[in-house]
């Protein structure tokens, strides 16, 4: 049990990472593609 909470965890935190990585790329590439 112990090991499927930390597999959904990990699941969530590399979403979380890829939403933050795609937020500070729209932010720093502008509004040049995404305006």
Do not use: D, P
Request: charge should be positive; proline fraction near 0%.
């Amino acid at each position: 049990m112990l090991s499927k909470i930390q597999t959904q965890f990990h699941r969530i935190h590399e979403i979380a990472v890829v939403i933050y990585v795609a937020k500070f790329v729209t932010e720093v590439v502008g509004g040049s593609y995404f305006s």
